[in-house]
């Protein structure tokens, strides 16, 4: 899954172009991070499909063989986000992840497999000053003439359509660019500095990868970088709310008043289509005690994103300080549902998920 990073509020920090030292070439860069470790290659030596066998068993044959507890037994974990390697060593995945050993080990089987975009699943969380905001990433394999997906995210493994497929670089760029997010969070600014910079020299037409690498600048203290990060973004991408937020919070943290408010409007109209802008627009008037104006927002976010549990949960909340309390728990129970679902729905066990039987 690759994050986008949305900062809430500057911490006053008062450039970044050109190559970085230490970023290899993209072409070195995308083999190696691809490439399968040699007791990986060696584990699927011994339980490679049959190649005369029918596409669709082959696919499936490999899929047992990363997700069984005969197998390499891989277990779902949102965070950190592994290379292969590191996802072999470790047994863990998350949906990226997933996808680039998936990818991997497909065409060392001799299918012909890709990563892809699919932007019908997205979450956020909100850890301190920052929102995480998270779109979803998924393999695509041919079978028969016709590519079909594997989301770890779905309960049904294999399925038919064709989301837009990304390139071999774009995908080693999602791993650096959550890398660098997951580097900023734990305070090395010099490491997710070298993170985002080769994200963005592995595809660096990424709306995403340019605002992110606007916060790196911003809480290393590179204000003109930043500035130059976040319009970069914007250049890509008139309307992209992340970008948009963090430019506009910055400007009011350095005073400049009249850019602030120029990109405000921006800002504004973007959010009123984004299911998580008027979530964090609810909850800021939720803690400020204005719940009549959260409720309207929470509800906004819910028609626009129906199947979020967050979004019912914290409505729910306000229902509750307004006295609601036949739809604060109504509200409750949709979110119990909905959380359930998702969890039901995942193809593969949580790191911490028993094993059946």
């Known amino acids: 899954m690759a994050m986008l990073l949305l900062l809430l509020a500057g911490t006053g920090h008062s450039g970044f172009a050109g190559a970085v ?6 072409r070195s860069q995308t083999q190696a ?6 007791g990986l290659r060696l584990a699927l030596d011994a339980r490679l499909p049959d190649a005369r066998g029918p596409e669709l068993a082959r696919v499936q044959q490999l899929i047992d063989f990363m997700i069984a507890d005969d197998g390499l037994a891989l277990r779902y974990q949102e965070h950190p986000t592994d290379g292969i390697a590191g996802s072999y060593a470790q047994r863990r995945v998350n949906c990226l992840s997933f996808t680039l050993m998936f990818v991997a080990l497909a065409r060392a089987s001799g299918l012909q497999a890709r990563a892809q975009a699919s932007g019908d699943a997205l979450a956020m969380r909100v850890l301190g000053d920052t929102v995480f905001r998270t779109s979803h990433v998924n393999a695509g394999v041919r079978i028969d003439g016709r590519w079909h997906s ?4 779905r309960r049904s493994l294999v399925t038919a359509g064709e989301p837009e497929a990304i390139t071999d670089a774009q995908a080693v760029a999602l791993l650096h660019n959550n890398n660098a997010v997951e580097q900023l969070v734990r305070g090395d ?8 910079a080769s994200a963005l020299a592995l595809d660096p037409e990424s709306v995403t990868a340019w605002s992110n690498a606007g916060v790196v600048h911003w809480r290393s203290g590179r204000r003109e970088a930043a500035e130059r990060a976040y319009l970069q973004a914007l250049q890509l991408q008139r309307d992209h709310v992340g970008a948009l937020g963090n430019l506009v919070g910055m400007y009011h943290s350095t005073g400049d008043a009249q850019r602030a408010a120029a990109y405000e409007k921006r800002l504004q109209r973007a959010q009123a289509s984004d299911p998580f802008s008027q979530f964090l627009i609810a909850q800021a ?3 400020s005690g204005a719940n009549d104006d959260a409720v309207v927002h929470y509800r906004r976010a819910i028609r626009l994103m129906p199947d979020e549990p967050e979004f019912h949960r914290k409505l729910a909340d306000s229902y509750e300080k307004q006295g609601k309390q036949d739809a604060a728990r109504r509200s409750r129970q949709r979110a119990g549902s909905l959380e359930a679902h998702r969890t039901a729905q995942r193809a593969i066990r949580t790191i911490d998920e028993p094993a059946s039987g």
């Open 150 to 153: 594997v989301d770890v995210a």
């Open 21 to 26: 030292p230490g970023v290899p070439d993209t």
């Open 189 to 196: 600014d010099a490491v997710a500095t070298r993170e985002i």
């Open 33 to 38: 991070a691809l490439a399968l470790p040699e």
């Open 285 to 287: 008037l939720a803690q």
